[in-house]
């Protein structure tokens, strides 16, 4: 079966340091496109990036270039995405998903979600 | 303000057929393939439609998906009361060089 698992939820401080996961099994994990995609409480789907986990190439979307961080372990098939120092306004549901196979054919496989809440 | 614009709500009883909007401009909608994506309550977002009306393998014939110019479409026929969800279209944005989603649509399904 195809499919993404991400790590648990998160309950973080303004100012601290987060890395969440997400690690995919039944399929070549390297030779397709990770997205990671933003969901704020009670609000719509927003398209954070995405990473090739063949090479590593990241492309950003300008509202979040900068502000976080995409990474993958090819060797354990898992994609990150991570902040240096979180804000209260980061409070939100993230999502990864495999691009099916550009970027022009949506997104055919979903994470659970990591629930990240910044709060002090 | 979503980038393509969408109905917050549409309803119709059990049995009936909807259809759901989504519009762009050229950048977006026209120049490019449309998708579709169910949520259900308290869950992850699932392609429904991809390539503007093609439908992943397990996606029932109720579903499905139109284009034309700068909008789409996506149609639900016989529906059931488990289609109620927020449904997203989503496509590429040629000019931002970024995926864009619309604000999403509640179905209700009286």
């Known amino acids: 079966e195809v499919q993404l698992v991400q790590s648990g939820a998160e309950v973080k401080k303004p100012g601290e340091s987060l890395k969440i996961s997400c690690k995919g099994s039944g399929y070549t994990f390297s030779g397709y496109w990770i997205a990671w995609v933003r969901q704020m409480p009670g609000k719509g789907l927003e398209w954070m990036g995405i990473i090739y986990p063949g090479d590593s190439d990241t492309k950003y979307s300008p509202s979040f270039q900068g502000q976080v961080t995409m990474s993958v372990d090819k060797s354990i098939n898992t994609a990150y995405l991570q902040w240096g120092s979180v804000k209260a306004s980061d409070t939100a549901m993230y999502y990864c998903a495999r691009v099916a196979t550009s970027l022009l054919d949506g997104m055919d496989v979903w994470g659970q979600g990591t629930t990240v809440t910044v709060s002090s | 303000q979503s980038v393509l614009t969408q109905p917050p709500s549409v309803s119709a009883a059990p049995g009936q057929k909807v259809t759901i909007s989504c519009s762009g401009s050229?950048?977006?909608?026209?120049?490019?393939?449309v998708s579709w994506y169910q949520q259900l309550p308290g869950t992850a977002p699932k392609l429904l439609i991809y390539d503007n009306n093609k439908r992943p393998s397990g996606i029932p014939d109720r579903f499905s998906g139109s284009k034309s110019g700068t909008s789409a479409t996506l149609g639900i026929t016989g529906l059931q009361t488990g289609d109620e969800a927020d449904y997203y279209c989503g496509t590429w944005d040629s000019s931002l060089r970024v995926v864009v989603f619309g604000g999403g649509t509640k179905l209700t399904v009286l």
């Open positions: 050229s950048s977006k909608i026209a120049n490019n393939y």
